[in-house]
């Protein structure tokens, strides 16, 4: 069985519209994400991109697929074994950051380990460790709102590889940046998944930010094609 920390194969979605007629947008996807890698999922507007990664994400079931994440096969798997191991092997980062604002940086990103019942110190350093690792080291006590909006992303990242995830899912995770803050807070992103060994599905409509990933993958009527981005002008 495979141990990458992505392994998908024959990924359907159908989604039943408002007559009972049923809209195919997943028609077989396949991918294999590496550890250490980073792949770029574009595709317009529609195309399925959110489809894939909530299915990914274990947001919902996938039937009849073969979706392994980090060896443990979950195409069968119930909510219970799915919430379980969405807060164990995966992790999320959203355009918008959703950070709680009541908490500071190191709070933040300690809220998922906390949730997974380790101990506050632990916690605590953990993610202080993880924030300085992404230049934030200054910004430790500081409250959402008294950081910028790439310093925000910056703590969204922390706080999604908190948990040592194997799987880093990241929709738009710098569309609401400038250019610059993006360039920015994708190089913190990447190094940090190189230096942890994550494999990272990054969902963007960016192609000058797919053009920074290893590998880039585009959804065409429900399946992925690879994409030279380079070749792209
Ligand atoms: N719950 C739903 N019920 C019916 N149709 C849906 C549902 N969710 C998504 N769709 C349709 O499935 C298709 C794919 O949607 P999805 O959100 O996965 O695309 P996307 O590539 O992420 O788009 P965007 O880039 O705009 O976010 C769209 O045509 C959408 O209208």
Known sequence: MSNLPLSLKGLHRDYTIGD?????VLKGVDLEVQPGELVGLLGPSGSGKSSLLHAVGLLEAAPNTRLIIDGEDFAGANDRQRTAARLKKIGFVYQFHHLLPEYTAVGNVAVPLRILGRPRKESEARARELLTALGLGERLDHQPAQLSGGEQQRVAIARALANKPRLLLADEP???LDPETS????????TIVKAQGVGA???THNLELARHMDRVVKLVDGVLVPLDVHATV
């Open 174 to 176: 710098t569309g609401n």
């Open 20 to 24: 009972g007629r049923k809209l195919a």
């Open 183 to 190: 360039t920015q807070v994708f190089g913190a992103l990447k």
């Open 201 to 203: 599905l990054i969902a």
